[in-house]
């Protein structure tokens, strides 16, 4: 679900987030339009937007964990997890955590990857959030709700900065898990997908 579709149509605020994302053509391949964040990290007004947002959606949900997906949702985790009153865990990739981990692979719109986490880092039946920046294909998200029920959590929800606009049409499922969306990508170009 988009942030528009739940409440926030007409909020200022989401206009802030889009115009603050740089859009990179054919990046990290032809036909693919990356959605930058690292141009709305540097607008602090928009960058609060983003975390004031996720904060008054699940402040009241009982989340004792958000889980950010490597690398761009360790920036969006952590001030929502100390914001909500929850413990963040990093979803990360291979070699990366010390200790006992489970890993999943998964699909991009370019290529596989692979996230693991840590085994110590779950308690049986913990409230997740999973965050990331983006949603394409839904293939790092299911990934990451693969792994955080293998560690025994009860993943709530996943939330995104930016999901393609085939997330709002409900043609993607996340393994039966809802998304919660801010933005629309910028200049989006079907050869994305």
């Known amino acids: 679900m988009f942030a528009v579709e739940n409440g926030l149509q007409g909020d200022p605020r989401l206009k802030v987030i889009s115009d603050a994302i740089r859009v990179i053509p054919h990046f990290p391949k032809t036909g693919i339009m990356f959605q930058d964040i690292t141009t709305l990290l540097l607008d602090p007004v928009a960058f609060k937007h983003v975390i004031d947002i996720f904060v008054d ?9 958000v889980a950010g997906v490597e690398a761009r949702g360790f920036i969006f985790g952590p001030p929502i997890a100390l914001a909500i009153g929850a413990k963040f865990v990093p979803l990360r ?24 986490i840590s085994v110590e880092a779950v308690k049986y039946d913990e409230r997740a959030l999973i965050i990331d920046d983006l949603v394409a294909t839904g293939g790092t998200l299911s990934a990451s ?14 939330a995104c900065v930016v999901g393609v606009p085939k997330f709002k049409e409900g043609q993607c499922k996340l393994k039966g898990k809802p998304l919660y969306v801010l933005v629309e990508p910028s200049q989006f170009d079907e050869l994305a997908l």
């Open 93 to 116: 990739k291979p070699g990366k955590l010390p200790g006992r981990v489970i890993s999943e692979e998964y699909e991009l719109e370019y290529g596989s990857d692979r996230l693991e």
């Open 57 to 65: 959606r699940y402040k009241h949900m009982h989340i004792s964990l």
């Open 145 to 158: 709700i693969n792994l955080l029920e293998r560690a025994g959590a009860e993943v709530v929800e996943c």
